[in-house]
């Protein structure tokens, strides 16, 4: 079992993440990554990443169209895709399992090797230890991390749905404030572990500046016992999933 002790529960509580290495074997890992590259196999690229617009109309169709494929993708297994990996035609300009920014935001739900990893005994024994009561599963990712591709991430603006009717499916509440970049913490990883990191801290991942790919499997918890999840979210539970529990 996966039970925090004392001292690492108090270095979560303190630092807000606590990396547990060798969390997960060495045979998950792989399980893990043939699974993605059977599903990057048969992935059914989006009709607004193939179709060639010209109009500014039709440029409004393909940014809706993309907005719409994400705004619906919290009960689904969808792909999100790098800039410039495709022709003006919708062909891939990089080999397809380059192209791919992360897949999200279901797998937890329908993919068998990704459900069990997720409910996986040691997890739930992870959050049991961390004393939570009915976590929920809102959200998973498979982010890939390409080779000198960026990205990073933050909390202190929210991702929120757009009121009706506007121009654009999504807005920002909050700002990004500038960052004291000597403030963060570099925290080195090996293939294997879990990175532990609560709702309110800071994170990010730098550009990848290697030759190879930085894989992770993230997923969500959110403690519904007491809270109700906010209908601004621009993830919302749907009838066909509804956020399933952790604790099975």
Known sequence: MACLSLSQLQ?????????????????????????????????????????????????QLRAQGSTDYFLSSGDKIRFFFEKGVFD????????????????GHALHAHDPVFKCVTYSPKVQALARSLGLQMPMVVQSMYIFKQPRFGGEGGVSRRMVRAPAGSALGTCFLGSEPAWDNSLFVPTPVQRG?????????????????????????TFHL?????????PENWLQPTAELPFPPLYT
């Open 11 to 59: 270095k979560f509580q303190e630092d807000g993440f606590l990396v547990l290495e060798g969390f997960f074997s060495a045979d998950e890992c792989v399980a893990m990554q043939q699974r993605i590259g059977e599903i990057v196999a048969k992935m059914d690229v989006p009709v607004h990443c193939r179709t060639e617009f010209s109009t500014q109309g039709e440029e």
């Open 88 to 103: 003006k035609k919708g062909n891939f300009l990089v080999p397809p399992e380059k192209s791919i920014n992360k897949i």
């Open 193 to 217: 572990a879990l990175v532990l990191i609560h709702g309110e801290v800071v994170h990010k991942s730098e550009q990848n500046l290697s030759n190879r790919s930085r894989q992770a499997y």
């Open 222 to 230: 959110m403690e519904a016992s007491g809270t109700i999840w906010s």
